[in-house]
Structure formats: C-alpha cells, structure tokens
C-alpha cells in the first residue's frame, strides 16, 4: 500500500511517540509505571524510541517512489 | 541456578516456571520477592542471549544490515532485509506487553504452585499444537512421506507474513504466566504459520534476542548498585550462556525430524509431580 499521506501520518506518529518517549525518559509522564517516584522510567523511553524508529521506517515503506 | 535457566530457557519447557518451582523444592535460599531476583534472572537471561548471538553471529550481520539498507531504500530485496522486518514486527508487540503488563502479571503469579500449574497448561499448549500440525500434514498429503520429507514441504522463517509474525511476538506475553514457555509459544505460533519446526526453533530463536537484551541493559545496573555478589552472579550468567549455546544446538539438530510432544508430555508430568511434591512439602 503505497501512499504520501499515509507516510506523512507515520512521520507524525513517530514524533509523537519520540515526545512520549523523552517525557517518560525525564519522568514528566507516569502512566502505567510501577514505581510513580522514579526519576526516569528509562523502559518505557526505550519502547517509544523503538516505535519512533519503526513508524519512520513504515513511512518510507509507505511513501510513493520514483521509478 | 545458571545452568538450570540456561538449559531450560530455550527448551519449550519455561525456564520462569523451573526457576520457581525447583528453588521451592530443593529449599534454594533465593527469595523470590527479593529486589535483585529478577535483575539476577535477567543476569541469567543475558547469558542465553549472549549464547544466541554467539550462535547466529554471521546472520545477525546480514539482518543487522538488511535492517539499515531496507529501512533506507523502503524496500525489501533479500531474505535477510525481509527476515529483519520480520523480527522488528514481531519484537514490537512483545515490547509493548513486557513493558505495560510483565511485571504485574509476573508478580501475581509468582507461586511455585501457580508455575506448576501452567506447567501443565503448556504442556497441553504443546501437544495442541503439534494436532493440529499433524491435522495440516493430513491435508497435504504428507503422511505417507518421511519425517524429513514432511519437514522439507513447509516453510522457512523469511517466508512467513508479517501479520503471522505479529501474532508470534504478541504470543511471547504468554510466558509472562511462569509455567508458559517463550521457545514453546513462539514455536508452536511458528509451525501454525506454516514453519518447519527447525525454523520455527530459529525465527524463536532469533525473536528472542533483542527481548532479553534490552531487558538486560535496563535491569543489570540495578543489580550491579544493590551490593549483591557480582563475581558469583557473572559465574552463573556464564554457566547459563554455555548451557544455553548447547540447548541450542541441540534443538535445532533435534527439530530437523523431531516434534515438541516429548516436551509436552515432560511438561505435564513435571507440573503433576511438582505440585503432588509441593503439597506433600507445604
């Protein structure tokens, strides 16, 4: 399935998983973590990144290419 | 306790559920509610991982660079570019549950006499697995043939969909529940996909690679800060590293003909006799 604007949603994905990933990383975000005290839930920060990377791979999968 | 995890970690037997239920029976001082028993577990678990790598070194290069090449070009060519796709589709879901659900599931259920329970369950899990395989092999006509024959005639591991590869990581949060096995669930989703049951032991292989790795760089500072023993530790990630390097070997020598019913039959009897053992001790 080849499409730009499909591509353009999974660059805007990846942003937003990149900013949920540094806001778990500085501890601003404490949603489902086991301990609401830790300075930094470094997991989760690395799960976000992980689907930054894979939404943007997606998208240059997604986007259509000059032959 | 190295050997034990090592050995039983990539068998479909579930390591979690040997590594609480055997402790309880022999009277092992390790406390499973102790703050460094699940970072010495993923001490334990890096040692399997780094046995993997060891074993599959020359392919993770290709995936590794067919990783960067597909994701760059945003097309597969080659196996291994397709093969790498396939292990980040299905280590996605597998991240997701470990990091929302793992330690509350693992935490709720952490009774030898749970893990004995699901022992039995995967067990079970194994030989349903295994019918329906054989249900697959009536269908196309491949009873009449060898076993290698028979294996010959399904598929490698860079021929499955990505959806199927999808559903595999996703089944590794079975093995949250001590007593599951991640090799068991994620070969038996491998031979539903159409796998021959030595590729389905290698896509489980390779799948749970980069799982116990990131898990094991965010939990081995924490045991390295909590004043425990290190030098042991180290020790019995080793031990847990050659063990595993052998299982692995074995395994995948064992699956060219073999099928997962003696692990299924070993699972039942073991969770049987744990639990009479458990009652009889409590």
């Known amino acids: 399935m080849k499409s ?24 601003v975000l404490q949603i489902a973590v086991s301990d609401t005290h830790a300075a930094h839930h470094t997991t989760h920060a690395i799960l976000f990144s992980v689907l930054a990377i894979a939404s943007l791979v997606a998208a240059n999968f997604a986007r259509e290419k000059a032959v | 306790m190295g050997l034990l995890q090592g050995a039983t970690e990539l068998f479909p037997v579930s390591s979690l559920g040997h590594s609480v239920i055997i402790p309880s029976l022999l009277h092992w001082s390790f406390k499973q509610s102790d703050p460094t028993f699940v970072p010495f577990l993923v001490l334990l678990h890096l040692g399997t991982a780094g046995a993997l790598l060891v074993l599959y070194r020359v392919e993770w290069v290709a995936i590794i660079r067919g990783f960067f090449t597909a994701a760059v070009r945003g097309r597969i060519t ?8 396939l292990l980040l589709t299905g280590t996605i879901p597998a991240g997701i549950l470990g990091v929302y659900f793992e330690t509350r599931i693992k935490s709720l259920f952490a009774s030898p006499y749970v893990a004995a329970g699901f022992l039995i369950v995967n067990g079970i899990l194994l030989l349903g697995f295994e019918t329906l395989r054989r249900r697959a092999e009536r269908r196309a006509a491949l009873h009449t043939k060898t076993r290698v024959e028979q294996e010959q005639s399904f598929a490698q591991a860079e021929r499955i969909s990505f959806r199927a590869a999808a559903i595999i990581g996703a089944c590794q949060a079975l ?95 073991a969770g049987a006799v744990s639990l009479v053992l458990l009652t009889l001790h409590a």
Do not use: K, W
């Open chain 2, 78 to 85: 080659t196996e291994p570019e397709r093969l790498a796709m």
């Open chain 1, 4 to 27: 730009n604007s499909l591509a353009l949603g999974l660059v805007v994905v990846a942003v937003v998983f990149f900013v949920v990933g540094v806001l778990y990383y500085l501890g």
């Open chain 2, 175 to 269: 093995a949250f529940l001590p007593g599951i096995s991640r090799s068991g669930v994620t070969i038996g989703g491998g031979l539903l996909a159409g796998l021959r049951h030595q590729e389905a032991a290698r896509f489980s292989f390779l799948l749970a690679t980069p799982v116990i790795l990131a898990a094991g760089a965010v939990e081995v500072p924490q045991l390295f800060a909590s004043g425990v023993p290190v030098g042991e530790y180290l020790a019995a990630a080793v031990l847990s590293g050659v063990a595993a390097y052998a299982s692995a070997r074995f395994l995948l020598r064992y699956f060219r003909s073999g099928r997962l019913d003696p692990y299924g039959l070993y699972c039942i009897a």
